[in-house]
């Protein structure tokens, strides 16, 4: 996270890479993350998120990215 109380809000980037399983399964992480994140960002720091995703798509879960994402999202929140 590089903080910037320059921009409007958080701008969030996804670092998949082709270890993660077929381009359907990571385009699924991506769209999925996009979703939680939908909901996490109005209490995110201003500034630029890079996301990675560390195994493959196939065994990640909606419960599983929901929890990673709000534990990174308190983090990163406004409320520090």
Known sequence: ?????????????????????????????????????RHATPDMRPGLYLIGLTRPAESITLTDLRSAVDGLASKWSVKE
């Open 1 to 37: 996270m590089l903080s910037d109380s320059a921009l409007d809000g958080p701008h969030v980037a996804f670092a998949i890479g082709r270890t993660a399983g077929t381009a359907v399964k990571r385009n699924r992480v991506r769209r999925q993350l996009r979703e939680v994140l």
